[in-house]
């Protein structure tokens, strides 16, 4: 029976993080090569994104569950395993079905590698060591999100696309080799014996034909019998899961926590932010490698892209001193401020536009987030009792699935229509993309301001404690994922809510 060595579960779960992040964030940059190898359109292979983040807003939560139930070892190994398989499957792929298929069991992979692998650290360290081994794997996080781009370009021109995804097949191999050998099995003894497998399922199947039905209603249309029929299923699949989570003995989710309003405000929010970096990114990824637009090579691309990661990462220690000496609501409100001034700079984007033009934008967006997603996480931790922290956690994590799934989609369906609608009328290709990215730009930047609003009027003000380390690092890693932060204390004044219901997810 293996005993659990501090140094070897900490290798193991950041390394794990890491290459999960790096390749989430990779994977935009390379459609374009994987479009060229596939005959797949590059519209299609949206679903390689969207996919991901579907099934990931799906699994999140269940297996911290299923971690707590079975043991988080064992399931942190067979998240490990189907993120070796994932990866073979899309590295062998001669279509772009097949890519999409490896993409989806990829979410639930990466779903439970962070929640288990997060899991496994708390049990495994306490105290100040605890501290630093979450803040490692906060930083281990924001460091893979940053470097994926970059990577995956320079893959992409010395092994091909293809390269991404065998390496990382290799690294998880030996972290589920360094996890045998260093990390004893645990459990939670006291959490339910059941899991939510239909919330699951329901949350499944709410998301994908609302996914479906905005990927396809510019050829479809908006009001068109399939696009109105795909919301229908929505509509009713959503009502199936509230109806399911008020039966079940343990629930995906605990309905009372929606009467907190800040941690309802702070989800939003999260949802909002991820929705529009991971769309940016998407749709840049594209714009910049388009041989009518600025034909970057994928290198290039992720050269470029790189200052919006960055800035994220950079601005993150700077985060919680702030939040602490203006306040989170200003902060966030700041973040969102900032966000939509960067995006509609972009909605004014034409075919003029040379790389440097988008600098600043860019970087405004990036600085915007980061200042608004580390205080958001803290708010939905701090705004519940400590019992209710992980599972207030996630439910922000989860909602930044489903943020990155509809924001992708709806931004990459208006890319995709107005380019066409432009072209149809006889418009330059160049125009026509950049019109499109324009356009997108513009939804983006309603979303951003209506996170602004949120910050005014909903998120109330909660206990900030004094910023340390970990606040830093849970800031770096606040678009991908909530960390429990100083200021996650008792609710806070002015909260309705009252939940006693334990977490199925362990933080």
Known sequence: MSTTSTGGVLAATCVSTLVVNANTSAVSILLPAISDDTGTSVDTLQWAVTGYSLVGAAVIITSGSLGDVFGRKRVFQLGLALFVVSCVIIALAQSGGMVIAGRVIQGAAGATILACGLSLLSVATKGDENLRAVSLWGAAAAVGAAAGPLVGGVLVDATGWQGLFWIDAGVAVLCMVLTFFTVAESSDPDAPRSVDYLGTLLIALT??????????SGDWGWFSVPTLTCFA????????????????AAPLLDLALLRNRTLVGATIAILIGAGTINALMYLLSLYFQDPSTLGFSPLEAGLATL?????LVVIAPLVPRLAARFGPRQ???AGFAIT???FVAVGFADASWQYLTFLLPLVAIAVGMGLSNGPSSSAATASVSPDQ??????????????????ATALAATIYATVTANQVADGAADADALSSGLAAASWVMAVFSALGLLLAIVVIVRYPAGRPGVSDSAAAAAAHLHTLPTTAAAPAAAGDATSVDQPSGETS
């Open 207 to 216: 998301l994908m034909p609302l996914i479906l039905g905005v990927s396809k």
């Open 233 to 248: 299923i929505t509509l009713l699949a959503g009502w199936g899961f509230v109806r399911t989570e008020r039966r079940v």
């Open 307 to 311: 200052p919006a990661t960055v800035g």
């Open 331 to 333: 902060a966030i409100g």
């Open 340 to 342: 939509t001034a960067g």
């Open 389 to 406: 922290v992980g599972e207030a956690s996630g439910f922000s994590n989860m909602a930044r699935y489903v943020g990155a799934a509809v």
